[in-house]
């Protein structure tokens, strides 16, 4: 009697200790949906404040201004690399390189940075950057150029949103508005700084010191790195052994088909009306390719769940989802005016690579002011989506009036709707950051903040492949119309730079009314692009960002 009574007591045990286990299970999912819902789970712990606050800021403000100068600077030293390799072919390869593994690594950084050190994955980044321009800056030979291009892509996909992440772990919540907003002003600054400062190098020391000067800059920001301590979150302390996180955690099969499937995507974008037609072999099968292996990334994606590279969860909240698309079309807008600007100002009204660059400004100043403004106005505020709406409108009349641009435009005239695209860029620059880091806990704002760079990145590909097709496509049919005894693909072949030189005098009035018929027609799309902006920004949510929500355990100490 006593056994059995054990038995049946033993038994009656381990039923409950099972129940016991789900029940806390289904609080503990429950309790995370409910955190999900209030929004931001804030953690008790030591922000950084004083003099670190500042030295931290401005090593992360120079790390991502270095990147962004890092894609733009190669631009003019090309025609003496091409020179020296003897490799015009490869003329595409030095920006693309760089492009598509820059693209294809950002997701997995938001997951390096959910799962190890933040300061250590951010200087092993960065180490990788600068260790492959040191590579660029020795390079004998154009294949080793593309290599160490390739390589610092890879490195440069997780410094912007490192920083990012970083400044969201380390200061304040009152803080991070303004923060993020000095970073992001003057981190845009290096798309202007970038043709001016490699143009200076080219010109004055040598094309290697576009990539020699990342070396001390570099060097000074892992030292700073390496004397500030930055506040980590629970996920990054995870007892698993590292291996076992790279193989559970990083979702790696999910990335070895997303690369694939991306780096198709913008090869066929790159091919397409350059290298080959539209409608050839190569670029229907790339786009064919691209599009299965995209299916099967979301098959693995929903089965994988929660540790997914893109978590489907996380992507299919409309603040998250509308925060990405408005990131690729402000992307892809931003592209289109840094590119199509300077060539109206080389060709059109004939000025030099340098002055065409010193003519942007005033689009590059409205926006840092904005940028730096929006984001002290935010922080009283507490809504950021009045300025994601307004950025939107700007850009969306902004472009429109580019788009009239001609021949004969005053000065006083183009600046004025170069300050209006500058200050819709600066309105909307930090909005879609506010927002998932609004309603994400802090272990997962890495991970969306690595979707909303790597959408931004996608736009500039697809809107500047877009605009590319746009532009010939009306220049040719400008020729056709204002100079038709001019060939039109010698005209395409001489390169905007020599029109001046190989047009003859009586001929090229005609050409100019082309090329601005063709800028104007990408102003077009970029108006179009800034209703998508302003589409877009309606789904962000209407969020006060000042209102603190408690965790778990700060609601069981109340």
């Known amino acids: 009697m006593e056994k059995q009574a054990y038995d049946d007591t033993s038994q009656f045990s381990t039923r409950s200790g099972k129940e016991t286990m789900r029940v806390a299970s289904r609080e503990e999912d429950g309790g995370m949906e409910k955190a999900r819902e209030q929004g931001p789970a804030t953690e008790r712990q030591d922000y950084i404040t004083g003099f670190r606050l500042v030295l931290l800021l401005s090593a992360l403000t120079s790390a991502a201004l ?3 100068v890092d894609t733009s600077i190669v631009a003019p030293a090309i025609p003496r690399v091409t020179s020296q390799f003897h490799s015009l072919s490869d003329v595409g390869w030095y920006g693309s390189a760089y492009q598509l593994t820059s693209a294809s690594f950002q997701p997995l950084t938001g997951k390096l940075y959910t799962y190890f050190s933040t300061k250590k994955t951010f200087i092993a980044l ?3 950057f600068m260790v492959s321009s040191l590579v660029c800056a020795l390079a004998i030979s154009s294949k080793m150029l593309i290599v160490a291009r390739a390589l610092a892509g890879i490195g440069a996909s997780g410094i912007q949103n490192g920083a990012l992440t970083i400044i969201t772990r380390s200061f304040p919540p009152e803080k991070q508005a303004p923060m993020t907003a000095i970073l992001l002003a003057i981190a845009q600054l290096g798309l202007v700084l970038g043709p001016l400062i490699g143009g200076a190098l080219t010109e004055y020391v040598s094309w290697r010191w576009c990539f020699y000067i990342n070396l001390p800059i570099g060097g000074v920001i892992i030292l700073v790195l390496l004397f500030v301590t930055i506040p980590e979150p629970k996920a990054t302390k995870d007892p698993l052994p590292t291996l076992r996180i790279i ?3 990083l979702d790696l099969i999910g990335f070895s088909i997303f690369a694939p499937a991306i780096i198709q995507l913008l090869l066929a974008l790159d091919y397409g009306g ?4 539209w409608n050839s072999a190569t670029v229907i099968g790339l786009f064919c390719g691209s599009g299965a292996m995209f299916i099967l990334f979301l098959g693995w994606e929903y089965r994988t769940g929660r540790e997914a590279m893109f978590p489907l969860y996380m992507v299919s909240q409309r603040i998250v989802s509308c925060s990405c698309l408005f990131m690729f079309f402000l992307g892809g807008m931003n592209a289109c005016a840094t590119y199509y600007l300077p060539l109206y100002f080389q060709v059109v009204k004939g000025v030099s690579a340098m002055m065409s660059g010193v003519s942007t400004l005033p689009s590059i100043i409205s926006q840092l002011i904005l940028v730096i403004s929006s984001g002290f106005l935010v922080r009283k505020v507490g809504y950021y989506l009045p300025f994601s709406i307004g950025s939107g409108g700007l850009l969306s ?3 429109g009036l580019l788009s009239l641009l001609s021949l004969s435009t005053p000065t006083r005239t183009w600046i004025g709707y170069q300050i209006l695209i500058g200050a819709g860029r600066g309105l909307g620059t930090q909005a879609p950051l506010l927002a998932v880091q609004n309603i994400l806990p802090k272990a997962e704002t890495s991970i969306a903040l690595s979707l909303l760079l790597f959408s931004q990145t ?17 220049l040719k ?3 056709a119309v204002y100079a038709s005894s001019v060939d039109s693909g010698a005209v395409i072949a001489a390169g905007a730079g020599a029109i001046r030189g190989t047009i003859s005098k009586d001929k090229l009035a005609g050409v100019l009314l082309a090329y601005t018929q063709g800028i104007n027609h990408v102003f077009y799309l970029s108006a179009a692009i800034g209703v998508g902006c302003f589409c877009a920004a309606w789904g ?3 969020k006060d960002i000042r209102k603190r929500q408690p965790t778990g355990d700060e609601e069981k100490r109340i």
Not at 274 to 277: E, I, L, Q, T
């Open 66 to 68: 270095l990147v962004l």
């Open 126 to 128: 960065l180490g990788i």
């Open 247 to 249: 193989r559970e955690r």
């Open 274 to 277: 350059n290298r080959y037609p």
């Open 397 to 399: 009349l902004g472009n």
């Open 458 to 474: 996608l736009g500039q590909a697809v809107f500047l492949t877009l605009g590319q097709v746009t532009f010939i496509n009306s």
């Open 477 to 479: 049919s400008g020729l």
């Open 540 to 542: 962000m949510g209407w």
